[in-house]
């Protein structure tokens, strides 16, 4: 019987705690600062057996491989200049912007649907998307899709 495989993008706040320690525990593994899964298990506090439960189905979103697309809508106020900062922004961290798409504003909210593309020296994507939620005006970020 094929396994159902769905992806999800969500807020770390959200991740439950064990996950994140199995993510913790693989960086230590990745980086050879400990040479055994149970050493770095009992550096994170968590059990062998929740770390081969979950090692196979969490990963950090940073992944900067070239050529990526990633589709974002944004929620924004209806005010001169800030569609320009998002953009700009983008521009800061090297990003392609492939596709831009701004609704009419209704009830001065702007909706806007953003594509681009990773190359190779674009910055942290996470970093990138934290920083266009902390814009002055912009509300709402989301990640649609990631190909």
Request: aromatic share 6%.
């Amino acid at each position: 019987m094929k396994e159902n495989t769905n992806y999800f993008v969500v807020r770390q706040k959200a991740v439950p705690e064990v996950l994140l320690k199995v993510v913790e525990a693989k960086k230590l593994l990745e980086s050879e600062k400990v040479l055994t899964v149970q050493d770095a298990v009992d550096r994170v506090g968590i059990s062998r057996s929740s770390f081969y439960k979950y090692k196979d189905d969490i990963f950090q979103f940073h992944d900067n491989a070239q050529g990526t697309t990633i589709t974002m809508i944004f929620q924004m106020d209806d005010e001169p200049g800030i569609l320009s900062d998002v953009l700009k922004l983008v521009a800061s961290f090297k990003a392609n912007i492939l596709t831009i798409h701004q609704s009419i504003p209704i009830n001065g909210i702007a909706s806007l649907s953003l594509s681009i593309q990773v190359l190779q020296n674009t910055g942290d994507i996470s970093s990138m998307l934290a920083k266009l939620e902390s814009l002055y005006g912009v509300h709402h970020v989301k990640v649609l899709a990631k190909e």
